[in-house]
């Protein structure tokens, strides 16, 4: 298959993330893999942020570059963190002449057998979730342009697989959004059967029976919701415990 028409492919497939069984590991796996497969380089790690902003190993084409990953979380150097932080590409084509920037690392990642690393960022715009490492073999001596290939095209499917992510995690937030939504309107219903229940049974206001209703969820710290139901259910001890104070207007009404 032409090179040309498989890069094709695998943009699309890291665009498609909008699908019902998303996996977010599996994806970035074949993402770890694909990059393996079209850049020529010897191994990918990739990291994420987690909800603290920390980042996280996700996955990796290989467990020894996963292993080196990891420790350079651990150590707390190396270019993937600084890549992180600067929301720039970091380039090392020799890691040995590197080892006083990143002494822990390099000697971790020439003692697993890479002699280069690429680091790139995962960002939108001014939003960075993450950073992609790219390792080469000691032997790979790259010429200004095919380092400059490597380095565009991994960036061109970092930027794809980023839009992706952010684009399925607005997607299941939207989503999440609409189901609280919903939650909440069909709250809303059982807690008005409530009230007029409560306020029929104690001759009183729907205001009073309302209030009966959320005090006592307060003091129980009980969901109104999940009191509004026992109400409906017709428990004697909820619907006795809520006895509103007696309204005078309801009162003037029933006379």
Known sequence: MPQQQRLAEVFVELADTLVADFDLIEFLHRLAERCVELLEVEAAGILLTDQ?????????????????????????????????????????????????????????????????????PMRMRERIIGAMNLFTAPSAVLAADEAS???????????????????????REHELLS?????????????????????????????????????????????????????????PAVVNSLRPPHDPSRRADQT
């Not at 970091?90 to 020439?110: C, G, H, I, K, S």
């Not at 565009?152 to 684009?167: F, K, N, S």
């Open 52 to 120: 603290a902003d920390e980042l996280q190993v996700i996955a990796a084409s290989s467990e020894q570059t996963r292993l080196l990953e990891l420790f350079q979380l651990q150590s707390r150097q190396g270019p993937c963190l600084d890549c992180f932080a600067t929301g720039r590409p970091v380039r090392a084509a020799d890691l040995a002449a590197e080892a006083a920037q990143w002494p822990l690392f390099t000697a971790a990642a020439l003692d697993a057998g890479y002699g280069g690393v690429l680091a790139l």
């Open 149 to 171: 290939t490597i380095q565009g095209l991994g960036q061109a499917m970092a930027d794809v697989a980023t839009i992706g992510i952010l684009g399925e995690r607005a997607a």
């Open 179 to 235: 189901q609280q939504l919903q939650i909440a309107l069909n709250s809303r219903v059982i807690i008005e059967q409530a009230k007029g229940m409560l306020a029929e049974r104690h001759q009183t206001s729907l205001d009073q029976a309302f209030t009966a209703l959320r005090t006592q969820a307060r003091n129980t710290n009980r969901k109104l919701a999940d009191l509004a139901q026992a109400v409906i259910d017709d428990d």
